[in-house]
């Protein structure tokens, strides 16, 4: 069998799946997100703030928020800060949805506490 008389190969399919390693980025996400994390780490935030990632559906906001955890985790101990993941749509209502937000917070603050010693 030639060369010439090889079949064509087809490029492989990709998944729709979010990415988690910036190295992955193909669509530029990655620097958007290195950006947002160091404003992060440089933000004054002594009463806290919130950080709002608006998109379409499918638009790769959660591509972009893994490769923004990605980056946070990488900085030193100091200036590394406190995540605490959690996703509202796997709750109803507001009592269960504070209570569980409560629950994960708790959680965070205690594997913080630990990594800290």
Known sequence: ?????????????????????????????????????????????QNGFVLSLEGP??????????FIQHFLS????????????FNPWWFTGSDDLLLRFLKEFRLALNAYDHLAC
Do not use: C, Q
């Not at 010439?4 to 997100?33: E, M």
């Not at 990488?74 to 993941?85: F, G, I, N, R, S």
């Open 74 to 85: 990488t900085k030193p101990p100091a200036e590394k800060p406190l995540v605490v993941k």
């Open 57 to 66: 559906w499918g638009s790769g906001k959660t591509t972009v928020i893994n």
């Open 1 to 45: 069998m030639t060369s010439k008389s090889k079949k064509k190969s087809h490029p492989p399919f990709y998944d729709d799946a979010p990415l988690k390693d910036p190295s992955s980025d193909r669509l530029g996400r990655a620097k958007l997100a290195g950006a947002i994390a160091n404003a992060i780490v440089r933000m004054n935030s």
